[in-house]
């Protein structure tokens, strides 16, 4: 597919009615990888900086997943099952800080492009999903800005 793009959009693949991968429309040669193990897209920043965020996420999504069969393997190798349960809390939840921490720092690097709010939203989307409702509480909106609005009569300002 080739055209120029007059403005930068995220937008979603599709294969038949399901949504299969995000992507960057901007101007630049997208280069789109679908296979079985993988979906990418890179050849433009945008997207190039799209799918390191999505690897390193899933990396972290991974670690965090390697805890249950990590606590089985202790358990089977005879430790004491509330040792177990405590260190395995602590690498718990150093891992969804650090997850927590790199997803709202890539939203905050990126508010002014395309990436910010649309990561913002993605992460949002998936609270239901994946109950990881303590990700879009410590991502909420108020966290990032510092503007006071002022309401009068029917509507909000940013004036007083």
Known sequence: MKGRADSVMMVTLYMD??????L????GKIVVSI??????????????????????R????VKI???????ARMVLDGANLDDV????AKEGEALVKEMNDYVRQFIVDNFENVLGPSVFMMM??????????SLCLYLSWSS???IPLYFSGNALSTAA
Do not use: W
């Not at 990418?40 to 190039?48: E, F, R, S, Y």
């Open 24 to 27: 960057v429309l901007e101007d």
């Open 65 to 71: 997943e390697e805890l249950e069969r990590k606590e």
């Open 85 to 88: 349960h405590g260190q395995l």
């Open 144 to 146: 990032f800005f510092t």
């Open 58 to 61: 899933n990396s972290l999504e």
């Open 17 to 22: 009615h399901e949504g299969i991968m995000p």
């Open 124 to 133: 949002c989307s998936t609270i239901f999903r994946h109950s990881r409702l």
């Open 35 to 56: 296979s079985n193990t993988q979906l990418i897209a890179k050849g433009t920043p945008l997207n190039d900086k799209l799918y390191e965020f999505i690897d390193k």
